[in-house]
């Protein structure tokens, strides 16, 4: 298991190279088949401060995230320019303003209760960051606190003998592994993705709907 003081450690001393600090161009390539429109309710797990939060949100969809560290969601919130209305739901802390809600602690205290409807799931970062011995729990998770709906997975691949993750290698028998039971999986397109490992090695990002 990935300690949560590892992730903690990497947001207080700003080491977040995973914070890409642009729209996912993967996202805007692809959001049109993930239906997250006006008053959609869009979960992000793992969810960071991207950029990909102002972004749907602009669009009119209601983003729920869930993320283990504050430092993480006091910037978030100060990039959108809103005061969030912090409560406690469940032992967990609920990060709200117009159009978003953060849940602030382990992914895994979530419940569906807690979270309410979720019209769809947008993954970036969040299966990857995750060690292989965790990540058939989490997608069990997710699906059980969402309830299935269409999900927009990115994952991320590479061939090397001895640089590990995060970012996790995941290739396509993994994601069906996870997922090819209750969804159709479909492979939408791939990039190069610039600069992780110190650009020591390529890694390609892929798209995945799930419907
Ligand atoms: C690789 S980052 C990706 C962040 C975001 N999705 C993005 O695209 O920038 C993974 C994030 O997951 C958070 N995290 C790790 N384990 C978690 C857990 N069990 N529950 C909630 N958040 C977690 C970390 O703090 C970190 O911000």
């Known amino acids: 298991m990935m300690k949560h003081e590892y992730w903690l450690g990497k947001w207080s001393a700003g080491d977040i ?9 993967l996202l805007e390539s692809n959001i049109e088949k993930l239906a997250v429109g006006e008053g959609k309710r869009v979960l992000l797990p793992l969810c960071g401060k991207t950029r990909d939060i102002h972004y749907l949100r602009d669009r009119g969809s209601h983003v729920l995230g ?32 117009e159009g978003v809600d953060v849940f602030l602690g382990d992914i895994f205290l979530l419940t569906r209760e807690t979270l309410g409807a979720v019209d769809a799931i947008y993954d970036r970062a969040a299966m990857v960051a995750l060690p292989p011995e965790v990540r058939a729990r989490y997608a069990e998770h997710l699906l059980s606190v969402s309830g299935t709906p269409p999900q927009l997975l990115l994952t991320c691949s590479y061939d090397d003998p001895v ?41 390609t990002e892929t798209a995945w709907l799930l419907s």
């Open 17 to 25: 190279g995973f914070h890409e600090g642009v729209i996912n161009p």
């Open 163 to 203: 640089v590990d993750g995060p970012p996790f290698s995941i290739n396509e028998n993994e994601v069906r592994d996870h997922y090819g039971h209750l969804y159709t999986v479909a492979k939408l397109e791939s990039r190069i993705l610039p600069g992780v490992f110190g650009g020591r090695i390529e890694v």
């Open 66 to 97: 869930a993320e283990l560290s504050e430092i993480a969601l006091k910037e978030l919130f100060s990039d959108l320019g809103v005061t969030p209305e912090v409560t406690e739901l469940d032992g967990l802390g609920r990060y709200h303003a």
